[in-house]
């Protein structure tokens, strides 16, 4: 691994457990992963592009739809931050950094955009995972004031009450009760980071030559202060398809001990695909 690789994944890490992660800086390393040649000087300039754009905010804003026609007529209609279906097809979509240049991206990235400019104005916007859907909630989310939803994919179209209860009770199924009120519960950064390195990795396992990627991605993940141990194991097939079969040996041995004392029997078989690996080292 190069060194300014291994220095920002240790930035990473840092961050991801620090008391209050910082999402833009998150987001941003992650780029750094997808976009090698970026570099610290890349990283700067995307920083200070959000710091522009955060000062084109009008002074004064008060209450949540004042704030939302406010990053909409910035981001939506003068800078066209927005996305369409090609965009999925797409690494940059989920790469801050290159989303900040191309002003496309997938929702949860837009929305990150929306999230960094409001907040470096001084404003309150959070993001909420709708199902299927990432868009940005204004006002309190528990508190008795107005509350708006915005779909930065939509150039920021405002979602009303009616589209955010269709998209809830369709999550809940036939017959199924939704949540109650999620539809205005804030996404934390790390839940957000979380998500955007799923949708790298879905990328990827959509493109077995991208292996480098699913690997990164993966790894990143793995730094989270929470992360499902099934990661392990899928960093460990990455290692042993890439022909790294000791250290993708040594990875199936580790989550075979975590998953032993609740799988004994996924445990040993587990094992027996590390010796397997091993021995393909003959």
Same mark, same amino acid.
């Given at each position: ?5 291994? !220095? +920002? ?20 390393? #992650?780029?750094?992963? @997808?976009?090698?040649? /970026? ?11 959000? !710091? =522009? &754009?955060?000062? &084109?905010?009008?002074? @004064? ?28 097809? $797409?690494?940059?979509?989920? /790469?801050?950094?290159?989303? /900040? ?15 960094? *400019? ?6 309150? #916007? ?7 859907? %990432? ?9 008795? @004031? ?12 405002? &979602? ?23 539809? %205005?519960?804030?996404? @934390?950064?790390?839940?957000?980071? +979380? ?14 030559? +991208?292996?480098?990627?699913? &690997? ?18 899928? =960093?460990?097939?990455?290692?042993? $398809? ?9 990875? /199936? ?5 975590? *998953?032993?004392? *609740? ?7 587990? $094992? ?11």
């Amino acid at each position: 691994m190069h060194p300014e690789s291994a !220095d +920002q994944r240790r930035r990473f890490a840092e961050e991801a457990r620090a008391e209050r992660p910082d999402l833009a800086t998150l987001c941003l390393l #992650v780029g750094a992963q @997808g976009e090698p040649s /970026l570099g610290e000087a890349g990283l700067d300039a995307a920083e200070e592009e959000l !710091d =522009r &754009l955060a000062g &084109l905010l009008p002074h @004064g804003l008060s209450g949540p739809r004042a704030w939302a026609a406010a990053l909409a007529e910035l981001l939506g209609s003068r800078c066209g931050f927005h996305g369409g279906p090609a965009d999925y097809a $797409r690494l940059e979509s989920s /790469l801050l950094p290159a989303v /900040l240049r191309r002003r496309r991206g997938l929702p949860i990235l837009l929305c990150v955009v929306w999230i960094e *400019v409001a907040r470096r104005a001084g404003g309150r #916007v959070y993001g909420v995972a709708l199902p299927g859907h %990432f868009v940005v909630g204004f006002g309190d989310p528990g508190g008795p @004031g107005e509350r708006v939803l915005a779909d930065p994919f939509a150039a920021g179209r405002l &979602l009303t009450g009616a589209e955010a209860d269709a998209l809830m009770a369709g999550a809940a199924g036939p017959g199924g009760a939704a949540p109650r009120s999620p539809a %205005f519960t804030p996404a @934390g950064p790390l839940d957000i980071v +979380q998500r955007v390195l799923n949708n790298v990795r879905a990328w990827a396992a959509a493109r077995p030559e +991208q292996g480098d990627v699913a &690997l990164w991605a993966v790894e990143l993940a793995l730094l989270l202060p929470a992360h499902p141990a099934r990661l392990r194991y899928d =960093r460990a097939q990455l290692l042993v $398809r890439r022909g790294d079969f000791l250290r993708g040996a040594a990875e /199936l041995d580790e989550y075979a001990r975590v *998953v032993a004392p *609740v799988e004994p029997s996924t445990a040993e078989a587990i $094992r027996r695909r590390a010796r397997a690996a091993r021995a393909r080292l003959n």
